[in-house]
Nanobody, 117 residues
Framework: QVQLVESGGGLVQPGGSLRLSCAAS????????MSWHRQAPGKERELVAR????????NYADSVKGRFTISRDNGKNTVYLQMNSLKSEDTAVYYC??????????WGQGTQVTVSS
């Protein structure tokens, strides 16, 4: 059974940092394309960052380029999102997504990130 569990969210002041983790089980991370998405209140879910199976291709939303870094540890079956220089507009629920070869797309339950003074 594919399962994704996000952690690391919380309350942080503007300019601060957080690192989100997405622990995967039920499949091998090396067989999947992983991504982080976010959804702010009243807005549609949007792609934040995406990394291919072995990290050969990485894409970021323009709004987070230079501040966020996505990475993966296939040995630990975990994907990370390092978020620096956080802004109030980064406040959202952050979701991990896996597109697994032969098993389709799967979502985690989300973790809340609030940037506020």
């Amino acid at each position: 059974q594919v399962q994704l569990v996000e952690s690391g969210g919380g309350l942080v002041q503007p300019g601060g940092s957080l690192r989100l983790s997405c622990a995967a089980s039920g499949f091998s991370l090396s067989s999947s394309v992983m991504s982080w998405h976010r959804q702010a209140p009243g807005k549609e879910r949007e792609l934040v960052a995406r990394i291919t199976r072995f990290g050969g291709e990485i894409n970021y939303a323009d709004s987070v380029k230079g501040r966020f870094t996505i990475s993966r540890d296939n040995g630990k079956n975990t994907v990370y999102l390092q978020m620096n220089s956080l802004k109030s507009e980064d406040t959202a629920v952050y979701y991990c997504n896996a597109v697994v070869y032969g098993l389709g797309s799967h979502w985690g339950q989300g973790t809340q990130v609030t940037v506020s003074s």
